[in-house]
């Protein structure tokens, strides 16, 4: 019901109908609004009333009287009345602490997962009988003494048979975590023996000076923490190579691997199976590379490409000179090979090749730049078909023309686990038709990294 206001005289409406009687302009109403207006009663100091009732009148907020101009409708609750402090008790509505204007903001919505690293890869038979290639792809499979996650890609090419690369795609980056943990846990007692060392007693001079010198050992500081980083790093990596190798050696065709050798019929040529290793290990803003055998890592930059590995193929000058120090020679049969056998100078097994084939990896710690696209890891059945300059450009070319993979909710991707990204799988399956159509006869593996966080 809308109330008149209490300055309102007119009888009726505009339209000749009766009007509400102003709540002030009756009687009834006036004689309770001046009960309501009066003061208490204060009883006389001393009294018993005065005693008993003066706590209970201090327990209690009173009310502000409303403005004589102002009415509410008795089913309606009065704005004061309706307005209740956190206490539960009556707030003026003038020290209450209104919602600001305007609309609510927006409900905030959860960012999308974002995987650490995108990557695609592809390994065939091609035109080879039988498949000796497997490739592994563990993002996040270690993390470093600062906390950051350590990513591990690698390709092995198998030759003899498939069960030694099968055995670096299982082992291998188990035995490097556990030796990046041991090489962890570690360096922070390095690193503070480090500091000691280097700490010198201040010395006397201008504050410019020491300064300059606190920045300049700062830097220093700096620079021999990532030094003891990278050796490290190449420790833990020689390490898991040398351990996958002790198994190579004692692995067998039936998947055994026994000490002493395995027996059974399938064992009598594993003294000349062995696999090529190239391993990719990502952290932070280096690329740490480990390769052993003519397996290959190319860094594309927008200018040119990089390698990250150098090939060990028996001509080469260096290792030639290797083995024959070793006792032994290089023999050219449908290629360079050693004792007229493997087309390689390093390997993981073949133990019946040594000491001329080792098992010793070459390692590159390389630092990332703002130009870096991707990363490339694949056999030499690729290689041997398409170039560095070829494969980056295309490589290159279906990333920055690809289509990005259907965008899936947190919840599906996080039970799924990480997916290949869309555009550098195909990459990896384009470079790979790309080797095949060149006429390459060799198994063809390709695993394509993407290091720019495309949207």
């Not at 560095?388 to 965008?407: F, H, K, Y």
């Amino acid at each position: 019901m809308v109330m008149a206001s209490a300055g309102t005289n007119m009888p009726g409406g505009g339209d000749g109908s009766p009007a509400s009687a102003p709540f002030s302009s009756a009687p009834g109403c006036r004689m309770r609004k001046r009960r309501r207006l009066a003061p208490p009663a204060v009883p006389a100091a001393g009294s018993s009333e005065g005693a008993a009732a003066g706590p209970s009148r201090d327990k209690h907020k009173r009310v502000r009287p409303a403005s004589p101009s102002t009415s509410s409708s008795s089913s309606q609750p009065s704005d004061v009345d309706s307005e209740q402090g956190e206490e539960g008790g009556v707030v003026d509505a003038a020290e209450e602490e209104l919602p600001p204007a305007g609309p609510p903001p927006p409900p905030q919505v959860p960012a999308a997962r974002e995987w650490p690293v995108a990557f695609g890869s592809l390994s065939v038979a091609g035109r080879s009988r039988d498949m000796e290639d497997t490739v592994s792809l563990r993002p996040g499979f270690c993390t470093w003494a600062d906390g950051s996650p350590m990513h591990f890609f690698a390709v092995f090419d198998g030759h003899g048979g498939s069960h030694v690369a099968e055995l670096c795609r299982d082992r291998m980056h188990e035995f490097l975590a556990e030796e990046l943990a041991a090489e962890a846990a570690a360096f922070p007692q390095r690193r503070q023996q480090q500091q000691q060392a280097a700490a010198v007693a201040p010395g006397e001079g201008t504050s410019s000076a020491a300064g300059a010198g606190a920045a300049s050992s700062s830097a220093q500081q700096a620079e021999k923490e990532e030094e003891e980083e990278e050796r490290a790093w190449r420790a833990a990596l020689q390490r898991a190579f040398r351990r996958v190798d002790a198994l190579a050696s004692r692995a067998c065709a039936c998947g055994r691997v026994a000490s002493p050798p395995c027996r059974c019929p399938l064992s009598g040529s594993s003294g000349i199976v062995g696999s090529t290793a190239v391993v990719a290990v990502l952290v932070r803003g280096r690329v740490v590379v480990a390769n052993c055998g003519d397996s290959r890592a190319v860094l594309c930059r927008r200018r040119a490409p990089v390698p990250l590995s150098d090939d060990h193929k028996p001509n080469r000058p260096d290792e030639l000179a290797r083995i024959q120090a070793a006792g032994g020679r290089v023999v050219f049969n449908n290629g360079h090979r050693v004792r007229g056998i493997l087309a390689m100078s390093r390997a993981l097994g073949d133990r019946m090749l040594r000491p001329e084939v080792i098992a010793e990896p070459e390692i590159t710690v390389t630092d990332r730049t703002p130009e870096d696209e991707c990363l490339i890891l694949a056999s030499d059945g690729m290689w041997d078909a398409v170039p560095n300059e070829i494969a980056c450009s295309v490589a290159r070319q279906c990333l920055q023309d690809g289509n990005t993979a259907a965008p899936v909710d947190d919840a599906a991707a996080a039970a799924a686990g990480p997916e290949p990204a869309a555009r550098c799988s195909n990459a990896a399956s384009l470079l790979v038709r790309l080797a095949f159509g060149r006429d390459s006869w060799d198994n063809i593996s390709v695993v394509v990294i993407d290091l720019q966080r495309r949207e």
